[in-house]
Structure formats: C-alpha cells, structure tokens
C-alpha cells in the first residue's frame, strides 16, 4: 500500500512538479500555524503573573497575534492553491488516462484482467479518491512535523510525558494503519464486481 502511495506521488510529480512544490509550501506553514501559540504563551503569562510592563506584554500579544495570522494567511492561500492546481491535475490525468485508452487495442480492453486494472487506475485519479489522497498525504505530513516539534519541546521540559505521548501515538498509529490495510484489500477485491456493476 505505501508503494502504492509513492508511485501515485511519483505520477504527480512527473506532470505537475510546481504542484508539488505548492503543496509542500503548504504543508510547511500548515504545521507552523500552531508554534507561536505554543512557544510564547508560556512568556505571556509569565508577563502577567510577574507584573512585567504593560509595554512587554502587548509586545507579546502583538508578536502572538501578527505571527498566528501571517501564518494562518499564507497556509490559506497555498492551500487554496492547492485545491484549484489539485483539480486541474486530476482532470489533466484523466485526460491522459483517456488517451492511452484510446490507443490500446480492442481485444486488450476486452480482457478481463486488463479492464481490473483499468478499474483501478481510474479510481486512483478520479473525483474524490484522487483529492482525497491529496488530502490525507498533505494531513498526514502537516500532523507528524507539528508533533515532532511539539514533542522536542515537551521533551525540554518533561521527557517521560513526552515517551508517553509517542507510546500513545505509535499505538494509534498502529491502529490506523491495520484499518487502512483492511480497507484496500477490501477496495481490491471489490474491483471487479464494481466493473461488472458499472
């Protein structure tokens, strides 16, 4: 399955390589749009508990504020960049997925085995599958840097919360994996009666 997932990212790549540059952009600021909060709360009410100056603390506030939202914009726009480029793409690689249709010959479209895997790459680039797919990579991703840079702090600070939340993470982790797992095979198995369906 995770071939599967590198070989879709590899076709992606190959017909729109500024698509996945936008999309790593975005997934970049995506997973730093929670690290002001993170980092200066602490200083925040440090500089409240303290009595530090009025000018200190808006200092913080504004620096707070200004970079939540710099960041929260720019992750926005990429990713509405992300969406529009997204569906371009899955239209582009119908197109061509049409294309190599059209030139295969007639006895290779009547052969079962042939219409399966037919099947399966049309379900891989089409509608929701193929954004969806888009989706959870660029979720997935977003999520593992933002916990990896949760965990290094938490790790200055308490490292046996921090062994705690990665034995809770792999476990969870673990779990969906075996899901997914089961959901493919059941996907697979299922293409052919879906042929026949359609």
Known sequence: ????????????????????L?????????????????LLSKPLFDSLTNGNSIREFLLIVV????????????????????????QKLMYSLNNQFNMKSIDLPFETLTDPQTLELR????????GSNF???????????????????????????????ALVILVVIAINTYANSISKKVQYQHSIEATPYMRKVS
């Open 1 to 20: 399955m995770i071939q599967n997932v590198l070989d879709f990212w590899k076709i992606v790549f190959h017909y729109n390589k500024k698509y996945v």
């Open 22 to 38: 936008i999309l790593c952009g975005n997934i970049l600021f995506s997973a730093a749009a929670p690290f002001p909060y993170i």
């Open 63 to 86: 620096t707070l504020v200004s970079l939540t939202l710099l960041l929260n914009f720019i992750a926005n726009i990429l990713n509405t960049k992300t969406e529009i480029d997204g």
């Open 119 to 126: 099947e399966l790459a049309l379900k891989a680039i089409s």
């Open 131 to 161: 954004i969806d797919m888009v989706r959870a990579v660029k979720d997935i991703v977003t999520n593992l840097l933002t916990l990896i840079g949760v965990v290094f702090i938490i790790v200055q600070v308490d490292l046996i919360m």
